[in-house]
């Protein structure tokens, strides 16, 4: 129970005792509890180590410790993302800290008597472990962002479970159990490595991508901004596209789910932003809010964009779509379909950036078939985060106008030969 001080408001001791609650009743925390008592449970079945001390500080390190080991993977291939720009390069940068610390564990539990010596010998020795290992977390946590990406789980959780898969796999094949060592082999080189492949097939289609087609411009445009122009007309040259179709994200799935279980809400409204927050049933160990917390309704976002792109002169060159029922039924797959439905033998490009939305684009058009990723490598320090947090003159200027007048809950807002009505930032076109 949190104290409360005289005042009514929680003390920090009382602050300090809801986050461990929180933590505590997390999914995640007890799926990492059963992580590190199923890391014991596999080592010591595998390799006949129940009493031994070092396995046992191990699991209960990996039980502690794994949802921020995971926060930390994602991290480290976002970062190796936003410097480099190419798919390989993200996966390096989750590879090469994942090897270093497997490295660590299989070293540690060999040096204290935790391992089977000639299981361990069988997959290559600490190195050989510590590889496949690596590459197999490699390709289960993949296949926990493919997940995320059409709307099931989130990125931690997914890559917790990818994680919970391979410690299985990597206790019974490093004790050369039947069966165990081959498929334990064959899912680190043929899962991890034909990730890795296709990853840079990926790189290779962005610098050597024929010009011509239609370009894919998909982001939450929260707002639209200088750079989202910027980006389009170096595209279009650069590429020699006949268009770009943008559809914004509505609604991401992720958040849809938080609110039917009221694991989010919209606490309070700014300027006709809406301000998410998370509530007491919210999971501690889940990225609720990877691109910031504060939106402006979907309604909104379109009109921006409509009136950015025909006060830029780009109308002709730039379509808006909204695939409402497709979108929210199949997301970004399920729109690139219909896409490609409306255009059948039209070469497409995807368009985007390199942070958390962009990449996550980058591999949703990846796995929609043969589609040609140009990506920007973002230096210009333009961004909607700072926008959101009151920055001036990245925007242009109609939408500086528009946000202006919806800051001032002005019932009517006008612009570009245009009228909406204005409900607390919804803006709807009409009197």
Same mark, same amino acid.
């Given at each position: 129970?949190?104290?409360? @001080?005289?005042?009514?408001? =929680?003390?920090?001791?009382?602050?300090?005792?809801?986050?461990?609650?929180?933590?505590?009743?997390?999914?995640?925390?007890?799926?990492?509890? *059963? !992580?590190? $008592?199923?890391?014991?449970?596999?080592?010591?079945?595998?390799?006949?180590?129940?009493?031994?001390?070092?396995?046992?500080?191990?699991?209960?390190?990996?039980?502690?410790?794994?949802?921020?080991?995971?926060?930390?993977?994602?991290?480290?291939?976002?970062?190796?993302?936003?410097? *480099?720009?190419?798919?390989?390069?993200?996966? $390096?940068?989750?590879?090469?800290? /994942?090897? %270093? *610390?497997?490295?660590?564990?299989?070293?540690?539990?060999?040096?204290? @008597?935790?391992?089977?010596?000639?299981?361990?010998?069988?997959?290559?020795?600490?190195? !050989?472990?510590?590889?496949?290992?690596?590459?197999?977390?490699?390709?289960? /946590?993949?296949?926990?962002?493919?997940?995320?990406?059409?709307?099931?789980?989130?990125?931690? #959780? +997914?890559?917790?479970?990818?994680?919970?898969?391979?410690?299985?796999?990597?206790?019974?094949?490093?004790?050369?159990?039947?069966?165990?060592?081959? @498929?334990?082999?064959?899912?680190?080189?043929?899962?991890?490595?034909?990730?890795?492949?296709?990853?840079?097939? =990926?790189?290779? #289609? =962005?610098?050597?991508?024929?010009?011509?087609?239609?370009?894919?411009?998909?982001?939450?445009?929260?707002?639209?901004?200088?750079?989202?122009?910027?980006?389009?007309?170096?595209?279009?040259?650069?590429?020699? $596209?006949?268009?770009?179709?943008?559809?914004?994200?509505?609604?991401?799935?992720?958040?849809?789910?938080?609110?039917?279980? !009221?694991?989010?809400?919209?606490?309070?409204?700014?300027?006709?932003? /809406?301000?998410?927050?998370?509530?007491?049933?919210?999971?501690?160990?889940?990225?609720?809010?990877?691109?910031?917390?504060?939106?402006?309704?979907?309604?909104?976002?379109?009109?921006?964009?409509?009136?950015?792109?025909?006060?830029?002169?780009?109308?002709?060159?730039?379509?808006?779509?909204?695939?409402?029922?497709?979108?929210?039924?199949?997301?970004?797959?399920?729109?690139?379909?219909?896409?490609?439905?409306?255009?059948? @033998?039209?070469?497409?490009?995807?368009?985007?950036?390199?942070? *958390?939305?962009?990449?996550?684009?980058? /591999?949703?058009?990846?796995?929609?078939?043969?589609?040609?990723?140009?990506?920007?490598?973002?230096?210009?320090?333009? =961004? %909607?985060?700072?926008?959101?947090? !009151?920055?001036?003159?990245?925007?242009?200027?109609?939408?500086?106008?528009?946000?202006?007048?919806?800051?001032?809950?002005?019932?009517?807002?006008?612009?570009?030969?245009?009228?909406?009505? +204005?409900?607390?930032?919804?803006?709807?076109?009409?009197?």
């Amino acid at each position: 129970m949190a104290a409360i @001080g005289s005042d009514g408001k =929680s003390t920090p001791d009382g602050v300090r005792a809801a986050k461990i609650s929180r933590y505590l009743r997390s999914p995640s925390t007890r799926m990492a509890a *059963f !992580g590190g $008592l199923l890391t014991y449970l596999s080592y010591a079945y595998a390799h006949g180590s129940w009493a031994n001390p070092v396995l046992i500080c191990v699991s209960i390190f990996v039980g502690v410790f794994l949802p921020s080991y995971a926060k930390l993977s994602n991290k480290a291939e976002l970062w190796a993302n936003n410097q *480099f720009g190419f798919v390989t390069a993200g996966r $390096l940068g989750r590879f090469i800290p /994942q090897l %270093a *610390f497997n490295l660590v564990m299989f070293w540690l539990m060999l040096w204290g @008597g935790a391992l089977n010596q000639l299981g361990m010998a069988s997959v290559g020795g600490i190195a !050989g472990a510590a590889l496949v290992t690596t590459l197999a977390s490699q390709g289960t /946590q993949y296949l926990g962002g493919y997940l995320v990406a059409r709307g099931i789980g989130d990125a931690n #959780r +997914n890559t917790l479970v990818g994680i919970l898969i391979n410690v299985t796999l990597a206790a019974l094949g490093t004790a050369g159990v039947p069966g165990a060592r081959e @498929g334990f082999l064959f899912v680190g080189f043929g899962l991890g490595g034909a990730l890795f492949v296709v990853g840079l097939l =990926s790189d290779i #289609r =962005s610098v050597a991508a024929p010009k011509g087609g239609i370009g894919l411009f998909f982001g939450t445009y929260n707002p639209f901004h200088n750079s989202h122009l910027a980006l389009l007309r170096k595209a279009i040259e650069q590429r020699g $596209l006949d268009k770009v179709i943008i559809h914004p994200v509505l609604i991401p799935k992720l958040h849809v789910d938080a609110f039917r279980k !009221g694991e989010i809400r919209v606490g309070r409204l700014k300027d006709g932003f /809406q301000i998410y927050e998370k509530t007491d049933k919210a999971d501690s160990n889940v990225d609720y809010f990877p691109t910031g917390n504060v939106f402006l309704p979907p309604e909104t976002r379109v009109a921006l964009i409509e009136l950015a792109l025909a006060e830029a002169g780009m109308a002709d060159k730039v379509e808006v779509a909204v695939y409402s029922d497709i979108y929210y039924g199949k997301g970004f797959q399920g729109v690139i379909a219909e896409i490609k439905r409306r255009h059948r @033998g039209v070469r497409l490009h995807v368009i985007h950036g390199t942070d *958390f939305g962009g990449m996550l684009v980058r /591999q949703i058009a990846d796995e929609c078939g043969w589609i040609y990723p140009w990506c920007i490598l973002r230096r210009d320090q333009v =961004s %909607a985060t700072a926008i959101r947090r !009151g920055a001036k003159g990245m925007t242009p200027p109609i939408v500086t106008d528009v946000l202006d007048q919806i800051s001032q809950n002005l019932p009517i807002v006008s612009a570009g030969g245009r009228t909406f009505r +204005n409900d607390n930032g919804v803006l709807t076109e009409g009197n």
